[in-house]
């Protein structure tokens, strides 16, 4: 939220404090400002090596050479027609101005002006920024000939000034403007960039911020004056009377039925009498400018104002369209108009302030009339009854709506607007008779009009202020200071708590703009915050926690899956996290399920139910990359498969993607091309130092195919046809699958965009793994040393390596401590269909092993896999 700091000093004095200073304090208590545009005000100078702690940006006008002037007539251009000579005063001399402004261009050749216009003038060497530039570029004016005419100086629009980027015309002052008065004195301001967080949804207001600021300075907020009592009833300076008793009370008018209170607490309405739609006073125009809001006219704008001043959103409705709709006739009214609060019908439409005809839900509230609907609550108002230029009375209304309502239907309609923004985050209904008074005060002060005695307020579910107790043991073990009672009051006072000492403890009221407090624990907690806040995050001093360490529990589950990221990204691969909401469709990509946990209220429909498949997910984001060069990437999550109508059970899984380039380009390469891709072997080297890091026993690897699943409780992969035949395998230990891997099979593969490379995968449950998952011990060093043999023995093409593996290790028992295949060779030397497996193994006993030990080994070795698998030994 931007605040301009001449609004916030109608409401607090900021005597002897820098904007620099005020953002300073405001930061550190939770208002971040993530900026400062100065417009018009020096800029802060800092010296060479100190710290910017503010971004700034901005421009300062020269009290010299930028002032208030007042235009007294406007000359024909002799040599141009779409220019203008203005005679001019700038409060010490007469000048003529050349000007091409389009604004004024109608009182060409009118005489002398029988009301001088007061405009913002810049003299020779005034620095600007250049108007007619698409970007802030900065310009010093000089003297030149234009059209044959001396050029020396010029009237400013607010793009030259830095307040807008509109150059269209020039900035037409309010008719009591000093002239001859620096424009940096009159309308020089600094605006501050605020971020608003949820929890400070209550300060998106300049009353707010002024509030947060007196507490923070120990200042006072300026008290207002009630325009319809004449009491103090809020903030700011106003006393101006503009209610007229004898009109027709908007009671006899106008009354209000809500039908669901949880959805609107409170609703009120004013009236407001012959106004005149015109442009608001150039003061007000700025301001909602600098605050990033369009002016429009004074009526709309008296709206935005009070909505900036106060933070409760009003709508405006022309009156005379709504008594039309009902047969009334000027105050004489057949019947009252009735204004209703309902949900939409699904299906009913409404056409919004933007021309847009939206189609309604049944979760959506409409504001309405006995003819219709009338406006999208809290969102935006509708077309038929909006405020138009010939509009005379209004209808205001300010009201409190259900924050989860207005959120999911701004969301809903994608119609983000400054009062779906407040109400998306609470307005407490204390502020809605507030809002409407306030709104129609400035109508009355700018339009001209007369305000309807009496409020039309319906207000059936008035919200508990909570009620919280607090001592100064509770602030010493919480925020580590030593306050009394009297000074913890004294802090919350100054943010419009009520507070009273009674049994050695502070029982403290919110105030009725607070909906954030709550009662009990966290209402203590709450509380303590605002003290904090208002002591002065910087004022804590460090402390040694006093309160006994919690007893440290390990948990054991999370720390085995901390290895294995560990163990994963050791062997180069990355870690990524997805979003474990999907869409069946893409889920289908891989493989479909038939019934998913489907999500009440998804934020899109390819985000409706929660996720089956974790590889679908690392796929999808693989697919996102596929452009790189090489890609290794794997998740650790869960899946979420239905349980009736319990909460979903949610196994752990692992998934693996692994496509592209083996190695990186280098100087050695020309492209990737150069590079052999990832293949079947590079994922099992890989999966094997894993499971070797992992202490799992007894590992197995058998080809994978299509009726391959993983039979554990609620973890089946399903079947295998994903998969490639031939270049798959699935991954046992002790006996029961774990996982699968291989290349993905070419149908899959084209239902996603991935290059010629293959797709390596692997999934694994997690559960399973982990309850597979031994202790072990620690291994003596051994006495004796190995002997190292290594042979080749010439099979089938048939057999399969882990075959032959498993006979080495059975026929030679304790003795074989490791056997690893190295190399596999096919060829005409050792005739068709047949291949030729070469091991290394390694010998070990108690004692020292002489070669004859090795040679008696290798033979029992050798014969036994002649016998069982027709095994030769390759010479």
């Not at 001019?88 to 261009?105: H, K, M, R, S, Y």
């Not at 030259?160 to 004195?185: F, K, N, Q, R, Y």
């Not at 106008?254 to 005149?276: Q, S």
């Not at 031939?726 to 099979?745: C, D, N, T, Y």
Request: hydrophobic share 40%; glycine share 8%; charged share 25%.
């Amino acid at each position: 939220m931007k605040i301009p700091l001449s609004w916030l000093k109608d409401f607090i004095d900021l005597n002897g404090l820098t904007p620099e200073d005020i953002a300073r304090k405001l930061t550190l208590a939770g208002l971040e400002v993530d900026e400062i545009l100065y417009v018009g005000l020096p800029m802060p100078v800092y010296k060479e090596g100190e710290k910017h702690e503010f971004k700034t940006n901005g421009i300062a006008w020269d009290k010299e050479k930028i002032v208030v002037a007042e235009i007294r007539e406007v000359k024909a251009h002799p040599n141009a027609d779409k220019l203008t000579l203005l005679d001019l005063f700038d409060g010490q001399q007469e000048q003529v101005v050349l000007t091409g402004a389009p604004n004024i261009f109608h009182l060409k050749g009118a005489g002398k002006l029988e009301k001088p216009i007061k405009v913002a003038y810049a003299k020779e060497g005034s620095t600007l920024y250049d108007g007619h530039a698409d970007e802030q570029v900065l310009m010093t004016l000089k003297r030149a000939k234009i059209r044959g005419v001396d050029s020396y100086s010029m009237v400013c629009s607010e793009k030259e000034l830095g307040i807008t980027d509109e150059s269209d015309g020039i900035i037409i002052l309010d008719d009591d403007a000093p002239v001859g008065m620096p424009l940096a004195d009159y309308i020089g301001d600094a605006v501050l960039d605020i971020s608003i967080l949820p929890n400070m949804a209550r300060n998106a207001n300049v009353i707010g911020i002024a509030r947060e600021l007196a507490a923070l300075t120990g200042r006072q907020v300026r008290k207002q004056v009630d325009t319809y009592t004449g009491k103090q009833a809020g903030n700011g300076t106003r006393n101006t009377q503009h209610t007229t008793p004898n009109l027709q009370p908007v009671t006899d008018l106008v009354e209000i039925e809500i039908t669901n209170p949880e959805l609107n607490p409170r609703f009120v309405a004013g009236l407001i009498r012959n106004v005149e739609i015109k442009p608001s006073p150039y003061q007000i125009q700025r301001r909602l400018k600098l605050a990033g809001i369009r002016a429009i006219n004074n009526i709309v704008d008296a709206t935005n104002y009070a909505m900036l001043e106060l933070g409760e959103p009003l709508h405006a409705f022309d009156y005379d369209v709504l008594a039309g709709r009902v047969g009334q006739v000027g105050n004489l009214p057949h019947k009252k108009i009735k204004i209703s609060t309902r949900a939409a019908k699904d299906g009913e439409k409404l056409t919004t302030l933007d021309g847009v005809e939206r189609k309604l839900t049944s979760t959506n509230v409409l504001v309405c009339d006995e003819k219709g609907s009338l406006s999208l609550a809290g969102v935006m108002g509708g077309s038929e009854s909006e405020v138009s230029d010939s509009t005379k009375n209004i209808l205001l209304e300010g009201a409190a709506w259900n924050f989860i309502n207005i959120r999911r239907t701004a969301k809903q309609h994608n119609l983000p607007s400054e009062a779906s923004f407040r109400f998306s985050r609470g307005v407490h209904p204390s502020l809605a008779e507030l809002g409407v008074k306030r709104g129609l005060q400035y109508m009355a002060e700018w339009a001209g009009g007369t305000i309807a005695p009496d409020l039309v307020d319906a207000y059936p579910l008035k919200p508990k202020d909570s009620v919280v107790d607090v001592t100064s043991q509770d602030v010493k073990r919480l925020l580590g200071i030593d306050l009394t009672l009297e000074q913890i009051a004294e802090l919350l006072t100054r943010l419009e708590f009520k507070c009273q000492i009674t049994n050695n403890q502070l029982q403290v009221t919110a105030p009725p703009h607070r909906m954030d407090i709550a009662e009990g624990v966290i209402g203590l907690a709450d509380v303590l915050e605002e003290v904090a806040r208002s002591y002065g995050y910087d004022n804590i001093p460090t402390t040694t926690m006093a309160d006994a360490l919690p007893p440290q529990v390990g948990n054991p589950v999370h720390e085995w899956e901390e290895h294995l990221r560990d163990l994963l990204v050791a062997v180069g691969l990355q870690e990524i996290v997805t979003y474990r909401m999907t869409s069946p469709e893409r889920e289908a990509r891989l493989r479909a399920s038939e019934s998913y946990v489907r999500i009440a209220n998804p934020i899109a429909p390819e985000r409706s139910v929660l996720r089956r498949s974790l590889l679908t997910s690392v796929l999808e984001i693989a697919e996102k990359n596929a452009r790189a060069e090489s890609i290794a990437l794997f998740e650790v999550g869960s899946v979420f498969e239905p349980n009736g109508s319990d909460l979903p059970f949610e196994p752990r899984k692992l998934a693996i993607v692994m496509t592209g380039s083996r190695t990186a380009s280098a100087w050695d390469t020309h492209s990737a091309k150069d590079s052999p891709h990832f293949d079947f072997f590079d994922m099992k080297g890989r999966l094997e130092l894993l499971l070797s890091g992992l202490r799992l026993p007894d590992i197995s690897y058998t080809a994978a195919g299509a009726s391959t699943a993983l039979t554990s409780s609620r973890s089946s992969f399903g079947s295998a046809n994903h998969l490639h035949p031939g270049k798959s395998a699935e991954v046992k230990v002790s006996g029961q699958a774990v996982g699968v891997f291989g290349e993905l099979h070419p149908l899959a593969k084209e239902k996603f965009e991935f290059g010629d490379s293959p797709v390596i995968i692997a999934e694994f449950d997690l559960d399973l793994m982990r309850k597979l998952n031994p202790t072990y011990g620690i291994k003596a060093v051994p006495e004796t040393p190995p002997i190292y043999e290594d042979i080749a023995i010439i099979v089938d093409d048939s057999v399969e390596a882990n075959t032959v593996e498993a006979l080495i290790r059975q026929t030679g028992g304790k003795t074989v401590t490791d056997v690893r295949l190295f190399d596999v060779y096919r060829g005409d030397q050792i005739g068709a269909g047949k291949k030729s497996l070469a091991y290394s193994l390694t010998y070990q006993s108690d004692k020292t092993m002489t070669d004859a030990d090795a040679a008696a080994i290798r033979n029992k070795i050798v014969k036994r896999l002649e016998q069982t698998i027709g095994a030769k030994l390759r010479s």
